[in-house]
């Protein structure tokens, strides 16, 4: 299905905005809510110690987001689960949670495997994003993610946490599609802070964008007027 993009502003339905930094406030949240709702976002994103607040805030209006075993995927399956079962019960409508990152590399692919799947388990029914951090990754250790994460049944693959050795490239992006596949999820986060690189994501293969300056790429703050079209 061809999707025709009129505006920037039209991007707020692929966005999940997002504050997951360590220094957020209860104020920052409570403006990330308001702008969520106010602007018609996807979903916002936050920690899980956030998840509650957020859920207050948002109501019914934009689902809610929560990242596990963030920033850095080296925690324990047993706490990630933990942490993605609480997430849920703080009202969670989706998980992003961190791959183990080391495993990977280390190529223990079951553990990997396994580690994902249980999360998958514990958020169910609730959809969970598998983030790679794909600067730290070989071309042939995202190709293996990519092929682990729709195994353990996750429904998403992400890029990056924005705080890894660098963001969300096009690259990556149709490297990830043409992985997975056309029906299934690719969520680009990590440096994207305008329309411009916003469009070349989605249009790269990217059906969720993840974004902390999702009000300045929806206002086109930066000045882009972009049009075009994609398949979705």
Not at 55 to 83: N, Q, R, W, Y
Not at 158 to 172: I, L, P, Q, S, Y
């Amino acid at each position: 299905m061809a999707i025709k993009i009129k505006s920037c502003k039209e991007l707020r339905a692929f966005i999940d905005l997002t504050n997951v930094k360590p220094d957020a406030t209860e104020s920052d949240i409570k403006k990330l809510c308001r702008e969520a709702k106010r602007y018609n976002f996807n979903a916002a994103c936050v920690c899980s110690s956030n998840a509650r607040l957020a859920k207050k805030e948002l109501g019914d209006k934009a689902k809610l987001v929560v990242v596990v075993g963030f920033p850095f995927g080296g925690a324990s399956t047993i706490a990630k689960v933990a942490e993605t079962k609480q997430a849920v019960i703080d009202g969670a409508d989706e998980i992003d949670m961190v791959i183990n990152i080391g495993a990977l590399k280390s190529r223990k692919y079951d553990l990997v495997k396994k580690d994902i799947a249980e999360v998958v388990k514990a958020a169910k029914p609730r959809g969970v994003k598998v983030i790679f951090e794909t600067g730290y990754l070989t071309k042939a250790e995202i190709i293996k993610a990519c092929k682990i994460s729709k195994a353990a049944g996750a429904k998403f693959v992400k890029t990056a946490t924005g705080f890894g050795r660098r963001g969300a490239t096009v690259a990556d992006i149709k490297l990830m599609r043409k992985i997975v596949g056309l029906n299934f999820g690719i969520k680009a986060a990590g440096g994207i802070g305008d329309c411009k690189t916003a469009f070349a994501m989605i249009k790269a293969g990217a059906n969720r964008i993840g974004a902390s300056r999702g009000v300045d790429i929806i206002l086109g703050r930066t000045g882009e007027k972009m049009t075009g079209v994609w398949r979705e």
